[in-house]
C-alpha cells in the first residue's frame, strides 16, 4: 500500500533540493490577495511563469517554491503542508504543467488551498456535523428498481462501499429505494461522529470538498472511503488520509 507513496517519495527528493528563495507567487491568476468569494471561484488558466518546482522545509511544515517565489494561497496565505509525501505530490502538480497552467487539473493544490484558507470559516464541529448530516441524502443508499441493468450496477459498485463502512465503523447504514432513503439509527451518527473527531481540520476539510460537491460524488461513504480506504486509492497507492 505504500510502495507508491514511497516512489512519490522518492522521486520527488529532487524537488526538495533545490534551493528557493524568498519571494512569493500566488496561485490565483494575480499576485494580489483576493477576496474569499472571488478566490474561490471556478478555476481559470493561466500562462506557466515559472521554470522549475522545489520544495523546502519551514517552521510550519513543508514550502513550494516556483523558482524563487514560495507559493501562496487565493487568499495569500503561505502554502505550507503538514508533510513531505504531499508537498512532493502538490509541487508534481505544478511541475507537470505545460505552457499553460490549468487550475482544474490541480486537485491536490485546490484541496490544499481549501484546508489553509477555509474559505466557509466552519470550525471542526461544523465540519464533523456537515459531513455526518450527509447521511440523510447519500446518493449511495438510495437505490432503483428498475431498469435491472441500473439495479445490478447499483449493486455491485455501491453495496461493497456501504459494507466496507458498516464492517470498519461497526454501524448500520443500509440503502432503500423509498424517495425517503434510508432510516439511518442514531447510533451510527454518534459513532462516525465520535469518529471523526480524531481528524485534523486538513482531513475533515479534505472529506468535506469531496463530499458536498454534486459533481464529485453527493456521498459522505465514498468520502470517508477515499479518504480511508485503500482499495479506492489504488492509482495513487496510498490515501489522503496516509498523506497528511
Known amino acids: ?3 507508491s507513496c514511497l516512489r512519490l517519495r522518492d522521486g520527488g527528493r529532487r524537488l526538495l533540493n ?18 474569499p468569494a472571488r478566490a474561490y471561484a471556478p478555476p481559470t488558466e493561466r500562462k506557466r511563469f515559472y521554470q522549475n518546482v522545489s520544495i523546502t522545509q519551514g517552521e510550519g511544515g513543508f514550502e513550494i517554491n516556483l523558482d524563487h517565489r514560495k507559493l501562496k494561497t487565493p487568499q495569500a496565505k503561505l502554502f505550507t503542508v503538514p ?35 477555509n474559505p466557509t470559516q466552519r470550525n471542526k464541529d461544523q465540519l464533523i456535523r ?10 449511495i443508499c438510495y437505490r432503483v428498481e428498475e431498469p435491472e441493468t441500473l439495479v445490478e450496477l447499483q449493486k ?20 432503500s429505494t423509498s424517495i425517503m432513503g434510508p432510516s439511518v ?9 465520535s469518529h471523526l473527531a480524531s481528524y485534523n481540520m486538513w482531513a475533515l476539510q479534505a472529506l468535506q470538498a ?6 464529485v ?6 468520502g470517508l472511503s477515499w479518504l480511508t480506504n485503500p482499495s479506492v486509492n489504488q492509482s495513487l497507492g496510498c490515501t489522503w488520509g496516509q498523506m497528511l
Open 1 to 3: 500500500m505504500w510502495r
Open 18 to 35: 533545490r534551493a528557493p528563495g524568498g519571494r512569493t507567487a500566488s496561485v490565483g491568476p494575480g499576485l494580489s490577495p483576493q477576496s
Open 83 to 117: 508533510s513531505e509525501a504531499l508537498a512532493i505530490a502538490v509541487a508534481t502538480e505544478w511541475d507537470s504543467q505545460q505552457d499553460t497552467i490549468k487550475f482544474y487539473t490541480m486537485h491536490l493544490t485546490t484541496l490544499c488551498n481549501t484546508s489553509l484558507d
Open 130 to 139: 456537515a459531513t455526518v448530516k450527509f447521511l440523510d441524502t447519500d446518493t
Open 156 to 175: 455491485n459498485e455501491w453495496d461493497p462501499i456501504i459494507e466496507w463502512a458498516e464492517k470498519r465503523y461497526g454501524v448500520e447504514i443500509g440503502s
Open 185 to 193: 439509527p442514531a447510533k451510527t451518527r454518534e459513532v462516525l461522529v
Open 210 to 215: 469531496h463530499t458536498v460537491p454534486a459533481e
Open 217 to 222: 460524488s453527493s456521498s459522505s461513504l465514498i
